[in-house]
């Protein structure tokens, strides 16, 4: 319980740096918009471990190994709180606004936009704060490529 306690507080494991949290909570994003529309495309997969591996520099094995602990963090989330309170206190607004195009392009990957992928989008760029203008020309963007 204490562990639960302290992850929906955003406080680090003991150990744990903070760029590997910033990376899991990037990644568990990536794979909640996977989960979005109820099907895991093999397509989006395709456009997370790419995200993953060029906004990380992370070659494909380290890659698979975050994916893995992303999607364990995202089983166990209570709400997105828990990893965009960690985006909020550590990324520039232009990452934060590269982190909502990378959503995006999950959300385009199977050529389907679904109504539960758009409003996860949306939702998380209102919880960090990422104006609405730039939300578009993000979204503009994405569905560009």
Known sequence: MLESLTR?????????????????????????????????AHEEMEVVMAAVRTTFHLHAEEAQDLLRLAEGEADGAISLYEFTSHINDHFS?????????????????????????????????????????????????AAET
């Open 8 to 40: 929906l507080m955003g406080i680090p494991d003991e150990g744990e740096d903070l760029e590997h949290r910033l990376q899991v909570v990037t990644a568990a994003l990536f794979v909640e918009m996977c989960r979005a529309d109820a099907q895991v």
């Open 93 to 141: 607004p232009p990452e934060k606004c590269k982190l909502i195009e990378n959503l995006w392009r999950v959300a385009y990957a199977d050529s389907v936009l679904d109504k539960h992928e758009e409003y996860l989008v949306r939702k998380v760029a209102d919880l960090i704060h990422v104006p609405h203008r730039d939300f578009m020309r993000a979204k503009h963007r």
